[in-house]
């Protein structure tokens, strides 16, 4: 039978073929921009729930350009990065389509982020079942998809714009309630490092997060529990007395590789700060391995409210700040980033100013 792929090569040919496609070309494994982009995109005005919106999430396909300026107009407050933690609610999502039927089932380009970015804002709460969802899209991507190539996780449209009509397509398949875990392997999770945090939040929840990798009928399915132990290899295991979580400065380490490490030059230290009060170090610790994040050295402050966190190179160090953005210990997000200069005496300078 036809397959997704199938759908998707015939949309690329005849638009390339009918010289209805707009830059940037080929479209071929692209959401294909199409000349008329902008004149579809501008009936989104006449949407009732669009003159009613407050937050408009706006994929950031090249067809999609219009929705965007009709969107900014008169608003002061766009490009906002949004946190795990943000209380936003989005009014209305438009994203792009390589195509879509009049019933609303849609085909994107085969990589899955359109429908994964869905689930993510289920999952912090930013959407909700009702929320309407758009696609702008030229004439020729309107086809017959038959409802059994869509899969669980695939998002669904509410209506479609095209440079000559509007479509209420009246769609009732359920839209994808959160993230499905068994649909994301260990790839995706290092690609989106934001998906390391929603998932250890849903974890820590009691929910069933089993990556693909991880999975019984999966080839070579790997353990759960392997993410841990790999992320300990050529790292320090953390080990603390949970009695000294609460007073003082200490350093946990392995003294061997904190040898080897100097002699190899200066450590990188990242600085991790608004540790909620009370929080034990096995906490900190236990999310740093989730992450795959152990340090070559970890010093704890509690009675700060910080952390720091020591590794080999500036580049392991870069990445861990990228994969702990949004991370939260007991519902209060933590501040991570690079430490300026190395510490000294208990003291650092994060970012120009000095803490003690």
């Known amino acids: 039978g036809v397959s997704k792929w199938d759908i998707r090569e015939k949309i690329w ?17 692209r959401i294909p921009n199409f000349k008329g982009s902008h004149q579809a995109c501008h009936a989104v005005r006449e949407l009732d729930m669009f003159n009613r919106t407050s937050e408009v999430k706006v994929d950031p396909d090249k067809p999609l350009e219009g929705v965007r300026l009709v969107t900014l107009q008169g608003v002061k407050d766009y490009s906002v990065p949004v946190g ?13 389509s390589v195509a879509v039927s009049e019933k609303g089932w849609r085909i994107g380009k085969g990589e899955g ?14 959407i909700r079942e009702d929320t309407p969802v758009v696609t702008v899209v030229h004439d020729c991507q309107v086809v017959d998809i038959a409802e059994e190539l869509l899969d669980d ?14 479509i209420k397509t ?51 399915a ?6 841990d132990e790999n992320a300990k290899t050529g790292n320090t295991k953390l080990q603390t007395e949970s009695t000294l979580a609460q007073v003082g400065h200490y350093h946990v380490g392995n003294d061997s590789l904190n040898t080897k490490s100097e002699t190899h030059g200066a450590l990188t230290t990242v ?35 910080r952390a720091f966190l020591d590794y080999t190179d500036k580049t392991t160090a870069e990445s ?37």
């Open 271 to 305: 600085y991790v700060g608004n540790i909620p009060p009370g929080t034990r170090v096995s906490e900190l610790k236990s999310a740093l391995r989730e992450f795959h994040a152990s340090p070559v050295r970890l010093s704890w402050q509690g009675a700060q409210c």
């Open 13 to 29: 040919d005849y638009m390339e073929a009918n010289n209805l496609a707009d830059f940037p070309r080929p479209v071929h494994h």
């Open 170 to 220: 009246g769609c009732k398949r359920p839209k994808p309630q959160g993230i499905i875990w068994h649909k994301i392997s260990y790839e995706m999770l290092e690609r989106i490092p934001i998906l390391k945090n929603l998932r250890y939040r849903e974890k820590q929840a009691g929910k069933d997060v089993i990556l693909k990798d991880e999975h019984p009928d999966f080839p070579n």
């Open 153 to 166: 996780h695939d998002l669904t449209v509410d209506y479609i714009l095209t440079p000559t009509r509007t």
């Open 84 to 96: 795990l933690d943000a209380k936003v609610q989005v009014d209305l999502v438009v994203v792009g």
């Open 113 to 126: 982020f359109a429908d994964m970015e869905y689930a993510m804002m289920v999952s912090m709460g930013a």
């Open 320 to 356: 861990v700040v990228s994969s702990l953005k949004g991370l939260s210990l007991r519902g209060q997000t933590l501040r991570v980033e690079m430490a300026k200069n190395q510490r000294n005496k208990g003291q650092v300078e994060i970012n120009g100013q000095r803490n003690k």
């Open 222 to 227: 790997r353990k759960p529990e392997d993410s």
